[in-house]
């Protein structure tokens, strides 16, 4: 048994057929593969995003293709306004978001690439490599610009000591895609989601 044939029995039932005029073989499906049961949790799962959307539950295929290309319409239009509706804004916003989302999260100035340091004593750089890659994500995240290695080694107690590490863990997040060098490896910043 299949995902692919689980979900042919479920689409002929949906288009109406009845479970005794199915063959042999969607018969056997139907049964060892619980369909009714699928089918109740995809009712359930339509209904519940009908209600978040707030539309009826009723609407055809083609209904539903026209409201959500229209919805998506107005969202490009709020986004090119500078309205971003963020899902998950404490998350999304330092990571992704604009200098102006920046500034509204945090109420207050960034501390850029080229801004002092916070008072207080330095953080120490980590010595695992987990944590090392957390602390130099964390670092580019909360500037609003590109930032060099070297800048973002004197935001630790280590400064250029730290270095070679963080230029170790810069590489990385660049191969992955995690981070993009705007002017070939001199400075560095979070990548944006599409």
Known sequence: MTLTGLYNVLEKLRAGQQPSTLTTEDRRIFDDGLVLILKEYHDKLEAAVADAYGWPADLSDSEILARLVALNAERTREESEGLVR?????????????????????????????????????????????????????????????????????????????????????????????????????????????
């Open 86 to 194: 963020w899902l998950r804004p404490d998350y999304q916003i330092p990571r992704f978001g604009s200098v102006k989302d920046k500034l509204a999260l945090t109420g207050g100035a960034m501390r850029g690439a080229a801004a002092e340091q916070p008072s207080g004593p330095k953080p120490s750089f980590p010595t695992d490599n987990v944590a090392q890659t957390a602390a130099v994500m964390a670092a580019l995240a909360a500037s609003a610009t590109p930032i060099a290695a070297d800048a973002l080694a004197t935001g630790f107690r280590q400064g250029r000591r730290a270095l070679p590490q963080i230029g170790s863990v810069l590489a990385s997040l660049v191969r992955m895609g995690f981070v993009a060098s705007p002017d070939g490896g001199r400075t560095f910043v979070m990548r944006r989601a599409a």
